[in-house]
T-cell receptor, first 110, second 117 residues
Framework: QKEVEQDPGPLSVPEGAIVSLNCTYS??????FMWYRQYSRKGPELLMY????GNKEDGRFTAQVDKSSKYISLFIRDSQPSDSATYLC??????????FGQGTELSVKP | GAVVSQHPSWVICKSGTSVKIECRSL??????MFWYRQFPKQSLMLMAT?????????EQGVEKDKFLINHASLTLSTLTVTSAHPEDSSFYIC?????????????FGPGTRLTVL
């Protein structure tokens, strides 16, 4: 079993839809949770960083962490074609290395 | 803030030659830098962790003599692919950590696409 599981998609939604991206993990030592966005042939861009259970909002993006269920989510409201990219969840334990999910390819159609 | 640059952005070389890739943190000091490799449609694979002034720590299966890493300063790490072969063709991405208490984020460079002919 992989430490971090993420549905690779691809996921296709119409413009304006709410997008839900999810990851599950098995290592209870993970304390820091991140979501990255990666456009084709570019490096990952940090979108959200959280370290506690609950919700964190930044504009159209909301990151949710449920440590009891070992489940994290990223919600994108009012999705735009420019949101089309691969979204990677990543997490780490204190002092540990960053472990990535497989990435979900998202396409937002105009 | 938190900008990481890489140079070159792409490089084509002949088999058997060596290629150096630079990773710089532009607006912060990075005590730790990381080198990743990414194949098409796949996630990032950590190759090595580089700490300023000390030897890099390589992940299992990564050849130290082939992928030489130098972290000479708090803002610069280099990856040299020695005697490159076509199977080394990939997208190489570096990341950097600010090294400040309470900050565990990694900020990534734009990547370097290496093609070995």
């Amino acid at each position: 079993q992989k430490e971090v599981e993420q549905d690779p998609g691809p996921l296709s939604v119409p413009e304006g839809a709410i997008v839900s991206l999810n990851c599950t993990y098995s290592n209870s030592a993970f304390q820091y949770f991140m979501w990255y966005r990666q456009y084709s042939r570019k490096g990952p861009e940090l979108l959200m960083y959280t370290y506690s259970s609950g919700n964190k909002e930044d504009g159209r993006f909301t990151a949710q962490v449920d440590k009891s269920s070992k489940y994290i989510s990223l919600f994108i409201r009012d999705s735009q074609p420019s949101d089309s990219a691969t979204y990677l969840c990543a997490m780490r334990a204190r002092g540990g290395k960053l472990i990535f999910g497989q990435g979900t390819e998202l396409s937002v159609k105009p | 803030g938190a900008v990481v640059s890489q140079h070159p952005s792409w490089v084509i070389c002949k088999s058997g030659t060596s290629v150096k890739i630079e990773c710089r943190s532009l607006d912060f000091q990075a005590t730790t830098m990381f080198w990743y490799r990414q194949f098409p449609k796949q996630s990032l694979m950590l190759m090595a962790t580089s700490n300023e002034g000390s030897k890099a720590t390589y992940e299992q299966g990564v050849e130290k003599d082939k992928f030489l890493i130098n972290h000479a300063s708090l803002t610069l790490s280099t990856l040299t692919v020695t005697s490159a072969h076509p199977e080394d063709s990939s997208f190489y991405i570096c990341s950097a950590e600010p090294g400040l208490a309470g900050h565990n984020e990694q900020f990534f460079g734009p990547g370097t696409r290496l093609t070995v002919l």
